[in-house]
């Protein structure tokens, strides 16, 4: 498996989005419980994915439903601790609990917000205002870049995979699909938000590779274009 690639955008990092999601699509249970998708050969590789980036990115639902700490589990890669990815929540309205992990100091955090909020967050963490009412990704990118990010990861979930894919702001996108078959109404699936209503509204993908992994699989694909699809 490749490391995630260098930053080649003059501004935005190089953004990788990976996610684990059921055979149809969904990334949990009914109302956004946590399911627990990837195999050990899974954790392993997101493991190796989040020790090559500089930051690694979740929206504010992940963290309130899933308490994540975006940590390196360096003991799944058999390696000694090494240097910690910044964490980077994205939080229009400044709904991250005051006892998220992500909030506990133990690496460096950056929380996207807009202007509407009002919320203060502990010392240590840093603030970045993106947009007016809601975090606009584009230029939360842009200033992440500035930071020094060349590398983002994106974990999730729904509306931010959605938001990044459907805007063209990733350069890769792996999905590991667990052999499990969720369905239901409520459970979320990869990609949420408005609709699609003809095919100009599908965000057009191309297959690079699929791997076999654990009891799963891991399908990678890149951006393409509309006549790819043709």
Same mark, same amino acid.
């Given at each position: ?15 990788? @989005?990976?996610? %684990? ?5 969904? #990334? $949990?249970?009914?109302?956004? *419980?946590?399911?627990? &998708? ?88 840093? @603030?970045?205002? %993106? ?5 606009? #990704? $584009?230029?939360?990118?842009? *200033?992440?870049?500035? &930071? ?83």
């Amino acid at each position: 498996m490749p490391d995630p690639p260098e930053a080649e955008h003059a501004v935005r990092p190089a953004v990788w @989005v990976n996610c %684990a999601v059921s055979v149809d699509g969904r #990334l $949990a249970y009914a109302g956004g *419980r946590r399911a627990r &998708l990837s195999s050990a050969e899974d954790l392993q590789r997101v493991q190796k994915l989040r020790a090559n980036s500089d930051a690694i990115l979740v929206g504010v639902g992940t963290v309130i439903h899933d308490d994540p700490s975006l940590r390196v589990h360096w003991d799944l890669l058999g390696q000694p601790p090494g240097r910690s990815p910044t964490r980077v929540i994205v939080d229009s309205s400044g709904r991250t609990p005051s006892t998220a992990r992500v909030l506990d100091g133990s690496a460096p955090t950056i929380v996207a917000t807009s202007e509407r909020c009002s919320r203060t967050f502990p010392s240590g963490i840093e @603030v970045v205002v %993106a947009g007016a009412t809601r975090v606009d #990704l $584009a230029k939360l990118f842009l *200033r992440l870049h500035e &930071l020094g990010v060349r590398r983002l990861m994106v974990e999730g979930g729904g509306e931010i995979l959605a938001s990044v894919l459907r805007g063209g702001l990733y350069d890769r996108l792996t999905i590991y699909y667990a052999p499990v078959l969720i369905g239901g109404v409520s459970a979320p699936p990869l990609a949420r938000g408005d609709d699609p209503v003809d095919p100009e509204s599908v965000t057009p993908l191309r297959l690079v590779s699929i791997e076999p992994t654990g009891e799963g699989y891991v399908a990678t694909y890149v951006p393409a274009t509309r006549t790819e699809l043709q």
